[in-house]
């Protein structure tokens, strides 16, 4: 295949051309230089879809929720991209025959789109390229993006935030110190689920979810209240449930206004994250050049890494 | 208790005082602008312990180890100061009779300083102030500094890094997707432990461990070779054999030369982290002021997210 400049396939995605989307998303996922501009136009073109979150720790069956979420979706009328940050993918970027596996019977419907971005071990760059990638799929005109996470670390959660709509998902049995991670991330639920219902301790889990949500209502929104969503996959027990809360959610946002409050939340934390990715880029660029000296004061303990990074910000305008 | 300046408590903490080490702590933690100076000097007169990062996934049983570990170090003569990044600690900052619960049977020795500091639930600043942490009872003269964290997500994997020696706990039968997560943190190990080991499927974890080791030894540094310890809580087991592996890497990595290698990536690690910590403030700073008219460019799409974050950097300089 030859190599088509990314803003020649910006036009094919704008017009839902699946393979054209797929060679985006890799260079969204790829950090390709070249694909800048191609984003700017497609970032400048989406803001369409309702974008979801939905976050939760290891095991508790995200991904399974996730594809029965994306079928629900579909049997009511609507088209849906979804985005995996997945850190147990054993295959990355472009493998379109790869993102349809894991979509079984969802596989073959053109109405889902599915990309799995593996993590990139412990190096960094864990979230790169996924707010592009949902960028490409809304301008590619789906109804809805779903963005699935693991819910743990600063990086993970701030993605699940960047989405109109965040959902925890919850699993009955998991021991307490994973339970005790998620304490902060039930913080920015939306709307919880508490997936493996059908086991026999999920109803203590809902029944601390609940309590929870009530000890917290008193400082509350006015306009929205999270409630607790059990499901079960097995059964898919609650799925229709979880989507119509979705969308109750969606019109709440619109109804209240408060849409707009969290439009400006994404982009406050979408600046950052660039802000940050530019930061590491830079660094690496000039770790050897201009760094050296800098670097050198702090290993000789004449500068300390805050005094040293304040001169590093002071100066990065000029490290273009 | 009187406020007393951080520059009047620097003197105290060099001299051993744990009065005045658990108050800059606190004061690392909740990043208090006064403390800046004193812990620029901290950090000018730390660089003599040899830190050592613990890592591992929830319910491997770190904490349980670093308490062991703890006493090891104690019986082999040395003193010992521990930041324990803790997310299920529902305690933090000041609590010296907080830290020294959770030590049990230590709590009593002026050779062990232990402290806990809760993560803020989702809202970031998980990391803020632990390598300050490390500086200050590094300077104060505990022979060993311990970190340990949680090792999912980038900030705690880069926290582990941040050490002279990096141990990464596994533990039996944790789930598959808990398990590819550390996929990412394995790379990192210097020393490999596996705790509980005396579970019945202990023995295939640590042959996984192994197999993954003998796989990966082509491109191995040829002066240090990670093994595999496994210990067990209950019977003590293994823990003694930690130590002396923990020692062995440090007089490997003195007798290589790969120290200054070593102290030279823990240096860019802390610029970096720094630089972010610098960024995000500013931007706290600033975000209702000169960067207003930024988001709402970007709100309105006529600027992507990343153009933006470019200006921004541009102009950071001079936002100070």
Redesign the interface.
């Known amino acids: 295949m030859a190599y088509l400049p990314s803003v020649e396939l910006v036009p094919k995605a704008l017009a839902g051309d699946e393979r054209a989307i797929a060679r985006l998303l890799t260079r969204a996922e790829n950090g390709t230089p070249e694909a800048?501009a191609a984003?700017?136009t497609l970032?400048?073109r989406?803001?369409r879809a309702h974008i979801v979150g939905i976050t939760g720790v290891?095991?508790s069956g995200k991904s399974t929720l996730v594809s029965k979420l994306a079928k629900a979706i579909r049997a009511s009328g609507r088209t849906v991209g979804i985005v995996a940050i997945d850190?147990?993918s054993p295959f990355s970027g472009g493998a379109i025959l790869g993102d349809r596996i894991r979509m079984g019977d969802l596989g073959g419907d053109p109405g889902v789109f599915m990309r799995s971005m593996a993590?990139?071990?412990?190096?960094?760059g864990?979230a790169r390229g996924t707010?592009?990638s949902v960028d490409i799929l809304d301008a590619a005109g789906y109804d809805m993006v779903l963005i699935e996470t693991?819910g743990?670390?600063?990086?993970?959660?701030d993605i699940a935030?960047a989405a109109h709509t965040t959902v925890v998902v919850s699993a009955p049995g998991l021991?307490?110190?994973?339970q005790?991670?998620k304490?902060?991330?039930l913080?920015?639920a939306d709307i919880h689920v508490v997936s493996k219902s059908d086991k026999p301790d999920a109803n203590k889990t809902i029944a601390d979810l609940k309590n929870m949500l009530m000890l917290g209502l008193a400082a509350g929104k006015p306009w929205w209240r999270p409630v607790v969503i059990p499901t079960s996959a097995p059964q898919d027990q609650g799925v229709v449930e979880l989507l119509a809360e979705i969308d109750r959610h969606r019109a709440a946002l619109d109804a209240s206004g408060e849409i707009n409050a969290r439009?400006?939340m994404i982009?406050?934390r979408?600046?950052?994250?660039?802000?940050?990715?530019?930061?590491?880029d830079?660094?690496e660029q000039h770790?050897h050049g201009r760094?050296a000296a800098?670097?050198e004061n702090?290993?000789r303990?004449?500068m300390?890494?805050?005094?040293?990074?304040?001169r590093?910000?002071?100066?990065?305008?000029e490290y273009?």
């Open positions: 800048r984003f700017d970032f400048a989406a803001g290891p095991g850190p147990s993590t990139r071990g412990a190096l960094g864990l707010l592009e693991v743990v670390g600063q990086d993970e959660v935030r021991g307490d110190e994973i005790a991670i304490a902060g991330v913080e920015i439009r400006a982009d406050e979408r600046l950052i994250k660039a802000s940050e990715e530019i930061l590491r830079r660094f770790r760094l800098l670097l702090v290993s303990r004449e300390s890494p805050h005094s040293a990074a304040t590093l910000i002071a100066e990065l305008g273009a």
